[in-house]
């Protein structure tokens, strides 16, 4: 199994999040910049945000951090980079335009430099006449020049394949579409529509929380206690079942001396889908960019894709998906 067509990405969900994250303006800052500096220099070549990021009075705050490391860094390498942004489709934001006041500001934050647009999530399960259009504003963005690429976010197969028909219309192509995937989501035949319809129409298959969270790169014998109350919950209801998992992912990253969250990004790219790696301090870029060094063989994806499968427990996933 050969990775070197699938990049690594990396997330900023934590950046500004102190609810899940705890994250803390004053300590967290200086350590991200140079996680962000770190991720960029080593190779990851897309970085993810939303302009839900940062929660409470920090909304945007996300944007804001990226906008400023991205003040220091050269233009022919923002060039190489995709800065991608997502933006929420709150209910209040309706119609053709309503998702174009929140483009103005995400952009003022990212200083002018959101190459992708990507609607963060479906509105079909509780406003379904809604996404045709917020996706026709986003071409309409598109159209005006204003960004280079569209990508969708927790859309299932049949409103993916509608959404990309009403763009392929216009003459617009959808470039990505972001979903939960890693080896604690559970295997299903939607997931494996979505992929046959991406490689189908060239569309980039992003998968969000490849570490579900940080579980896969804990080692069988630690028990660790996150910050945060929310991620406590989670670890103690998932770890217990994911042992022997979690044993795997240790036992083939000896062979390459990589570590578990490795051997869980690679297994990831070895589906044909680009991680987008949450990261919150330089060690943690600098082990994805090493991981874009070395491939899983076929045997070793094979018996992660069978532990997988074997798995009492799965990450939960996000209450929006479409159909
Ligand atoms: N479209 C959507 O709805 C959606 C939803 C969720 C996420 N996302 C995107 O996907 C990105 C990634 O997902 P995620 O942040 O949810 O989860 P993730 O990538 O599965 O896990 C991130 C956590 O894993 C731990 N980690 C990362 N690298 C590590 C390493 N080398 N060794 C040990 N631990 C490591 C860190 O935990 P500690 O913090 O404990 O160090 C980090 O915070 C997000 O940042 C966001 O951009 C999108």
Same mark, same amino acid.
């Given at each position: 199994m050969e990775n070197k067509e699938v990049?690594?990405?990396?997330g900023t969900w934590a950046w500004g999040n102190k609810l899940v994250w705890g994250y803390e303006p004053e300590t967290d800052d200086i350590l991200l910049k140079k996680t962000f500096f770190n991720a960029i220099d080593g190779g990851l070549d897309l970085v993810d945000t939303a302009d839900s990021y940062g929660t409470g009075r920090l909304f945007g705050q996300s944007e804001k951090l990226i906008g400023n490391f991205l003040e220091e860094l050269p233009k022919r390498k923002i060039k190489k980079i995709t800065v991608a942004t997502k933006l929420a489709p709150f209910p209040w934001r309706i119609g053709r335009h309503g998702l174009h006041k929140a483009f103005e500001e995400s952009n003022k934050r990212l200083k002018g430099n959101i190459k992708r647009v990507q609607l963060h999530w479906s509105t079909y399960r509780y406003a379904p006449w809604q996404e045709e259009q917020l996706i026709n504003g986003l071409g309409d963005l598109y159209q005006q020049g204003l960004i280079k690429e569209i990508g969708?976010?927790?859309?299932?197969?049949?409103?993916?394949?509608?959404?990309?028909?009403?763009? &392929? $219309?216009?003459? @617009?192509k959808i470039h990505s579409i972001q979903m939960q995937f890693s080896l604690l989501t559970k295997p299903s035949l939607e997931d494996e529509t979505i992929k046959?319809?991406? &490689? $189908?129409?060239? @569309?980039?298959?992003l998968a969000y929380s490849p570490l579900a969270l940080g579980l896969l790169t804990i080692p069988t014998d630690k028990l660790p206690k996150p910050l945060t109350f929310l991620r406590q919950k989670l670890f103690q209801r998932i770890l217990p079942k994911t042992k022997e998992l979690r044993k795997l992912l240790n036992d083939i990253g000896k062979k390459y001396s990589a570590s578990q969250a490795q051997v869980?990004?690679?297994?990831?790219?070895?589906h044909g889908a680009k991680p987008i790696v949450g990261i919150r301090n330089p060690f943690q870029a600098n082990d994805a960019i090493a991981a874009l060094k070395w491939s899983l063989t076929k045997n070793e994806k094979e018996r992660l894709d069978f532990c997988r499968s074997e798995c009492l427990i799965n990450m939960p996933q996000n209450p929006f998906i479409s159909p």
């Amino acid at each position: 199994m050969e990775n070197k067509e699938v990049g690594i990405g990396f997330g900023t969900w934590a950046w500004g999040n102190k609810l899940v994250w705890g994250y803390e303006p004053e300590t967290d800052d200086i350590l991200l910049k140079k996680t962000f500096f770190n991720a960029i220099d080593g190779g990851l070549d897309l970085v993810d945000t939303a302009d839900s990021y940062g929660t409470g009075r920090l909304f945007g705050q996300s944007e804001k951090l990226i906008g400023n490391f991205l003040e220091e860094l050269p233009k022919r390498k923002i060039k190489k980079i995709t800065v991608a942004t997502k933006l929420a489709p709150f209910p209040w934001r309706i119609g053709r335009h309503g998702l174009h006041k929140a483009f103005e500001e995400s952009n003022k934050r990212l200083k002018g430099n959101i190459k992708r647009v990507q609607l963060h999530w479906s509105t079909y399960r509780y406003a379904p006449w809604q996404e045709e259009q917020l996706i026709n504003g986003l071409g309409d963005l598109y159209q005006q020049g204003l960004i280079k690429e569209i990508g969708l976010s927790n859309t299932g197969p049949k409103r993916l394949a509608f959404l990309y028909q009403q763009l &392929k $219309k216009r003459g @617009i192509k959808i470039h990505s579409i972001q979903m939960q995937f890693s080896l604690l989501t559970k295997p299903s035949l939607e997931d494996e529509t979505i992929k046959n319809i991406c &490689k $189908k129409n060239n @569309i980039e298959y992003l998968a969000y929380s490849p570490l579900a969270l940080g579980l896969l790169t804990i080692p069988t014998d630690k028990l660790p206690k996150p910050l945060t109350f929310l991620r406590q919950k989670l670890f103690q209801r998932i770890l217990p079942k994911t042992k022997e998992l979690r044993k795997l992912l240790n036992d083939i990253g000896k062979k390459y001396s990589a570590s578990q969250a490795q051997v869980a990004l690679n297994w990831v790219r070895s589906h044909g889908a680009k991680p987008i790696v949450g990261i919150r301090n330089p060690f943690q870029a600098n082990d994805a960019i090493a991981a874009l060094k070395w491939s899983l063989t076929k045997n070793e994806k094979e018996r992660l894709d069978f532990c997988r499968s074997e798995c009492l427990i799965n990450m939960p996933q996000n209450p929006f998906i479409s159909p």
